[in-house]
């Protein structure tokens, strides 16, 4: 038996006793990952740095 062959065709579960969350309620538990918000820009100004100081170095050393 292949994963998951046992239950890849069963239909999806949906409550009887709970209504389907909102789109917008759904998308707010994941705003604490919004923490990180200018983390990507920080590594991109770091390793521009970097690259500007290897290629200075490179260019003083020849």
Do not use: C, W
Not at 29 to 50: E, P, V
Request: proline share 5%; aromatic share 8%; charged share 30%.
């Amino acid at each position: 038996m292949d994963n998951y062959d046992d239950i890849i065709d069963m239909p999806h579960h949906t409550s009887k006793v709970h209504r389907p969350m909102p789109r917008q309620a759904r998308a707010a538990q994941f705003t604490s990952f919004a923490a990180l918000k200018g983390h990507n820009d920080a590594i991109d100004s770091t390793a521009k740095k970097h690259i500007e100081d290897f290629e200075r170095a490179s260019y003083t050393e020849e």
